[in-house]
């Protein structure tokens, strides 16, 4: 998938003071986390330049701006604009020059100015562009923040999902999104959260929409959450074999990483929602090395080698 942002999300994102901004920031995408500091550009080498990165004008390029006569300037940055660059961005709030605002105007070149130091717009340039346009899918479920582990619940619509995640946060626990969760793989991690346009909101059939944030508070919501646990829920099928145990860990794939999961068992009265907090519950525990099947299990083999022992010494 080519993710890409706009400079309007861009622009929303960062709040920095708006010097000039085009009327076409909504239909100018990124696609590149790399950006550009155009001082080698406004000395007039433009080989290799890429005109679809951001460019910051620092210290160091203001500085070189400052020594050149307005004429030689207005050439260099016009030059600049020509290309077409998707936004300028000014730090340490520095002077803009009046030529710069008048050819932005005229190239519809978008200019934001902040007091911050390069280095910091860079890293926050950097966190933002990681996570605008790392690999994104997007998968039907409910993820939710229980004891805070972030678990993916999933299974077949109208199997009860949304109910049971619903009593899970009058337990307590925390919703990030309802019925579509979109997840981006950061650094190897997977961070879901949810649409814009659903945030917040959760569908119970009988009910209708409901605002979890205003009904349950702020605490009840989380505006993202890295997957650790994946709970799916199915329909409780007479005669069929279901682990008893625990012994061994299922596992599903999602963009390349593994994440552990577990399937619940529906079935009229069964506490899902409990059932829920002690699987994520059990999970940590295993996450922290501790397996109660293996415990349990080294303590039947310990019983039966007593046994065995007892029933050896016993034999004339």
Same mark, same amino acid.
Do not use: A, N, P, W
């Given at each position: 998938m080519n993710n890409s942002f706009t400079v309007h999300q861009l622009i929303q994102h960062l709040e920095y003071e708006i010097i000039n901004e085009s009327h076409r920031t909504e239909s100018i995408h990124i696609y590149t986390s790399e950006f550009n500091r155009p001082g080698l550009q406004l000395s007039g080498f433009y080989t290799s330049f890429v005109p679809g990165r951001i460019q910051i004008i620092g210290g160091a390029e203001w500085q070189y701006l400052y020594t050149l006569e307005p004429e030689v300037r207005r050439s260099r940055i016009e030059k600049l604009f020509a290309q077409r660059i998707p936004l300028l961005i000014v730090t340490r709030g520095q002077e803009i020059f009046p030529e710069t605002v008048e050819l932005a105007r005229e190239y519809h070149i978008t200019i934001l100015r902040t007091p911050k130091t390069t280095t910091k717009v860079v890293n926050e340039l950097i966190t933002y562009m990681e996570t605008a346009l790392a690999p994104t899918i997007r998968r039907h479920g409910?993820?939710?923040? =229980?004891? !805070?582990?972030?678990?993916? =619940?999933? !299974?077949?619509s109208g199997i009860g999902k949304s109910e049971t995640a619903l009593d899970l946060i009058v337990n307590g626990h925390k919703l990030i999104s309802d019925d579509s969760v979109i997840i981006k793989k950061i650094d190897d991690r997977l961070i879901g959260t949810s649409p814009p346009v659903t945030r917040h909101f959760m569908e119970i059939r009988g009910i209708g929409i409901i605002d979890i944030q205003r009904l349950f508070g702020v605490g009840a919501v989380m505006e993202q959450k890295e997957i650790e646990f994946i709970i799916h829920l199915t329909h409780w099928v007479e005669g069929q074999e279901y682990d008893h145990l625990g012994m061994l860990d299922d596992f599903e794939i999602i963009m390349g990483r593994q994440v552990k999961k577990a399937e619940i068992p529906l079935r009229p009265g069964r506490n899902t929602a409990v059932i829920m907090e002690i699987a994520t519950q059990n999970f940590k525990q295993k996450e922290m090395g501790y397996n109660p099947a293996e415990v349990l299990n080294q303590r039947i083999m310990e019983a039966i080698r007593i046994n065995r022992e007892k029933e050896f010494n016993q034999k004339p």
């Open positions: 409910i993820l939710m923040d =229980i004891y !805070g582990v972030g678990v993916l =619940i999933t !299974g077949e």
